[in-house]
């Protein structure tokens, strides 16, 4: 009996990435104990048992062994279990990034390229991606004080954290794009491994996009001499001298406002260096080995200026040759809803020993390069997430059997995943034009059109990306139905760390004024490369029958947009920034609408790039205009705004 009821409970299944023998040995020794105690019962002592009750004690047992084992039969030969779903080589899967490819690198590029990422792919699933889980399961630990009650502060991540970091290197996750080897193509290489790479690295793509942002700081720097160790290291394809950087600005005050929320102040010492002091409130990758931070300078008086122009940008190591903290102290790791597979930290810096980068005064102006690289990694993160979630999901409706039929064949399913879809391809076109931008940029074969355009579609992309992501996760996740919902799927582990992309690197709201002031800086030029580039995409397709319904959508939403910002100069600036998000999401709409006629106006283009156009072109492309109609963006409106909001509340709503 010991023996089949140890076996039963060793072949129970457990779903996905588990290995069952985590849990059967305690299950056995839970259940074995009482099993033999009822089908034993108590002996009296000079009492034969095995004769007078063998009958009895025979019954007894065939009833537990049928109450204990039938579940676990039932399992093995019923269809009570829902089937994993698999997916392959990520990158031979993804047609859209493959007929992207195609259709814009050039033939010697694309061979060398798509060999690259055909052996990435299997590289992602036979070793990257259970590395992943394991970093999901091992986030990192604090440990503040030694056995011996000495401070260390040490931050300890898993063995898979760190050898993420070493893959990160092999594959030149970074160094391919400051190597150059495709000229202007280098850039979107790099991005579309990224892409590949994110949502298998268990989180180990934020500490990739601080040390890329860092890596193009010191190189718009002209990669100074004092510099150029660390671009070396920040580069590297060595996993031995490969380094990873963060990016320290958000302080106690927290937020965007960085401008009026910076407290920590710089001071010089008679060697050059500069010693800081402060705390930064939320630091992310804190186990990275330098670090980009803003600080106030102070002068021989101690006085320090505010405002953003007060503010100059500095470069740390975060460690000594020993190993030490570089006068740094941990404060605590925080407690965050997703991406606690890496450590973001409190930190105290104490006269930590940094080198002053930029031009005094000149520090936001510095690191605005890193916060258009992270931004565009935040793009990647959010496609990449759109694209998982939706691989899963379809994977899941070829196995899934509900009502009779499997979820594949229920056309209220598809029409719910097909939408999801369509989204995911607008995001990732919007993705593959920014850094194509960029790559001309990087390359010096940018125009000033060009130039311009990549100013105004990064946050514009960051801000849309990230709410698109945040609605397309969920969505996916309900068509797991409650297995969704289930921890040990990793389901809800990548919805977590998606919802955090509306938030990191500027939220919707604070992009969206970003987008506005690129208008104000380049005197309403960008407008109209906007509008001209939108046009020529659209006249690619001009003699494609079956797309002149959404190219005739896409210019009267052109045209509403224009005509908004006529109207919008003679009112307020209050109107523009109750139009700012509204805006912002035209902008994105109505370019990713050019963007997918464009890839279906190809000769090659398949029924389904046409579909993706036409479906997106049916959405409401402009909404901006739409709302001004409804006087959304008028001062009553304003105050209605807070009426609505704070109806009830004893606090009385501020004046405007």
């Known amino acids: 009996m010991h023996t089949r009821l140890g076996r039963i409970m060793f072949t129970c299944r457990l779903p996905w990435w588990r290995s069952s023998a985590t849990c059967q040995p305690r299950q056995a020794r839970r259940f074995l104990p009482r099993a033999q105690e009822i089908c034993q019962g108590p002996s009296p002592k000079g009492v034969n048992t095995t004769a007078g009750q063998g009958q009895q004690v025979g019954t007894q047992e065939k009833k537990v062994l049928e109450d204990l084992e039938m579940p676990f039969v039932r399992r093995e030969t019923e269809t009570l279990f829902q089937e994993q779903p698999v997916t392959g080589n990520q990158y031979l899967e993804d047609a859209l990034l493959r007929s992207y490819l195609k259709t814009h690198l050039p033939p010697k590029v694309l061979q060398e390229v798509h060999q690259d990422l055909e052996r990435f792919g299997n590289r992602l699933l036979t070793k990257i991606q259970p590395l992943g889980w394991e970093c999901e399961l ?3 630990v604090f440990r503040q004080y030694d056995a011996w009650g000495q401070r260390v502060d040490h931050i300890l991540t898993c063995p898979a954290w760190r050898r993420m970091k070493e893959i990160a290197a092999e594959e030149g996750l970074i160094a391919e794009a400051y190597e150059r080897r495709y000229s202007n193509w280098s850039r979107l290489h790099q991005a579309v491994k990224l892409y590949l790479f994110s949502s298998c690295s268990g989180g180990f793509n934020c500490p990739l996009a601080m040390t890329d942002g860092a890596a193009k700081v010191i190189e718009s720097l002209g ?5 150029k160790n660390a671009f070396e290291h920040l580069t590297s394809r060595d996993p031995k001298k490969f380094w990873t950087s963060g990016q320290w600005m958000t302080e106690r005050r927290g937020g965007s406002d960085v401008a009026n929320g910076t407290e920590t102040v710089a001071r010089r010492q008679p060697d050059g260096s500069y ?5 930064k409130w939320f630091t992310s990758a804190a186990d990275s080995d330098v670090t980009l931070t803003l600080a106030r300078v102070a002068d021989a008086e101690g006085r320090v200026k505010q405002g953003s122009s007060g503010l100059s940008l500095f470069f740390l190591k975060v460690r000594d040759e020993e190993g030490k903290l570089n006068s740094i102290q941990v404060q605590r790791l925080k407690d965050k ?3 606690r597979q890496m450590a973001t930290a409190e930190l105290w810096l104490d006269g930590a020993q940094a080198e002053l980068i930029s031009a005094e005064g000149r520090g936001v102006a510095s690191i605005s390069n890193m916060l258009n690289i992270t931004r565009i990694h935040n793009v990647i993160g959010a496609v990449a997430s759109m694209r998982r979630m ?3 999901s379809r ?11 499997l979820l594949k064949d229920h056309p209220l399913h598809m029409q719910t995943i097909a939408r999801m879809e369509v989204q995911t391809r607008g995001a990732f076109l919007l993705l593959m034009e920014i850094v194509r931008l960029l790559g001309l940029v990087e390359t010096n074969m940018a125009s000033e ?6 100013r105004l579609l990064v946050p514009v992309a960051k801000l849309y990306t990230g709410k698109q992501a945040s609605a397309v996760v969920v969505e996916a996740m309900e068509s797991f139905g409650g297995q969704g919902y289930m921890e040990d799927t990793g389901l809800p582990g990548l919805v977590r760390d998606t919802l955090v992309l509306s938030i990191w690197e500027g939220t919707t709201n604070i992009l969206s004024l970003d987008v506005l002031r690129s208008l104000t800086k380049s005197q309403g030029q960008v407008v109209a490369v906007f509008s001209s580039t939108v046009q020529k995409k659209l006249e690619l397709a001009s003699g494609t029958g079956k797309l002149d319904l959404a190219v005739k959508q896409t210019r009267d939403a052109l045209s509403g947009l224009t005509r908004f910002l006529q109207a919008a100069g003679s009112r307020q600036a209050l109107t523009m920034e109750l139009a700012a998000r509204d805006f912002s999401y035209s902008l994105a709409r109505i370019y990713a609408g050019a963007l997918l006629i464009e890839h279906a106006a190809r000769p090659d283009a398949s029924s389904t790039d046409l579909s993706a156009a036409q479906r997106w072109c049916n959405q409401e492309l402009c909404p901006v205009a739409a709302e001004s109609r409804n006087g959304s963006y008028e001062a009553e409106a304003a105050l209605l705004d807070q009426g609505l909001v704070y109806e009830g509340s004893p606090v009385p709503p501020g004046r405007l």
Do not use: C, D, M
Request: without cysteine.
């Open 390 to 392: 939706i691989s899963l």
């Open 138 to 140: 091992n986030p990192p």
């Open 395 to 405: 994977e899941y409706a070829r196995r899934r059997v509900a009502f009779g039929k």
């Open 449 to 454: 059109e060009h130039q311009l355009l990549l």
């Open 223 to 227: 990669v100074p001499g004092s510099l």
């Open 275 to 279: 010693h800081l002091y402060g705390f």
């Open 337 to 339: 809803l997703g991406t």
